[in-house]
């Protein structure tokens, strides 16, 4: 059965005459008539009664005729639905980040996103590293930030794509008379720290301990808007990333070097192609950052890794 035959044949119902029939249908008359010949013959029934001058639906054609037209509606459902998400007025995306962008870099991307296709809906979810690069590889996002490996190494089921260098820094409640801090003379003084899986607190107490020395919490365990709170609170400084340290109001001190630092990366499965929305979703991502680092929006210590 062939949904032009189901369209000839509702057309013959509607018109109860081929010839009017095919004029409607823009077929010539004997093509309609051998294509309903056709649909009968697979169906085992006649479904029109054809006396001169007058067509009638058989019991079979009455049965027939909601289903066809349920059939030709659900159809022009499913190409109206494909065509509106080929052409981005529909569609989803699932994307992944670390709690520090969620707070900075995601926002605007986002707007600027909505801005340009508020029919697709948006879902992000928060996460360490580790769990969006399982996320991915479980189909659970389309895309993800992530931070990569100072070694480099990425699972090779994963396109990567490198976006920005960003600096850490400390953020203080009050200013302190100084330019650059050194990883140092953190030592004895009582840190405000991030909960376990974060990547800013992984590489905060890696450069404590190579500077020779077990950093000290005044609070351990918080979540990013948490831990600015409290270092609003003048409970202790904190090490953040520059992005995040950008917005919070908060006066920030950068490292002296060599600092600290954190290389940010866009990514998705490497077997699964991006769907349109996906796929315009990181574009406009890149677009963002090249506009930003063009206009000089992207704060101190931040640098783009693209072309």
């Not at 409640?173 to 990883?183: I, W």
């Not at 909960?195 to 590489?203: F, I, K, L, P, S």
């Amino acid at each position: 059965m062939q949904l032009q035959q189901l369209r000839y044949f509702l057309a013959v119902a509607e018109t109860r005459h081929f010839t009017r029939a095919a004029e409607a249908a823009h077929v010539a008359q004997p093509s309609l008539s051998q294509q309903i010949r056709s649909l009968e013959r697979e169906l085992g029934a006649e479904l029109f009664h054809r006396t001169r001058g007058n067509i009638a639906l058989t019991d079979a054609g009455d049965a027939l005729l909601p289903l066809a037209r349920r059939i030709l509606a659900d159809t022009e459902s499913a190409r109206l639905a494909v065509q509106e998400t080929v052409q981005l007025r529909r569609g989803r995306v699932r994307l992944g980040a670390p709690p520090s962008l969620c707070t900075s870099l995601v926002p605007d991307v986002l707007r600027v996103f909505r801005d340009r296709y508020p029919g697709v809906a948006l879902a992000v979810r928060e996460g360490g590293s580790r769990d969006l690069v399982g996320w991915l590889a479980a189909g659970e996002l389309d895309l993800a930030l992530i931070i990569t490996r100072p070694s480099g190494e990425q699972s090779p089921a994963l396109a990567v794509t490198e976006l920005l260098h960003e600096e850490l820094v400390l953020v203080e409640a009050e200013r302190q008379a100084r330019r650059k801090v050194r990883v140092a003379e953190l030592k004895g003084r009582p840190l405000v720290m991030f909960r376990e899986g974060y990547d800013v607190r992984e590489a905060a107490l890696a450069a404590c301990r190579a500077a020779g020395f077990e950093p000290e919490f005044a609070v351990e365990g918080g979540e990013m808007d948490a831990v600015l709170g409290l270092v609003r609170a003048g409970i202790g400084p904190a090490v953040v990333p520059g992005m995040v340290a950008a917005r919070s109001g908060l006066a920030v001190t950068a490292f002296a070097g060599p600092g600290l630092g954190r290389t940010i990366a866009v990514a998705h499965g490497h077997e699964v192609p991006l769907t349109r929305a996906a796929e315009a979703l990181r574009e406009t991502l890149l677009d963002h950052l090249r506009d930003a680092a063009r206009s000089g929006e992207l704060p101190p210590g931040t640098r783009l890794l693209l072309p």
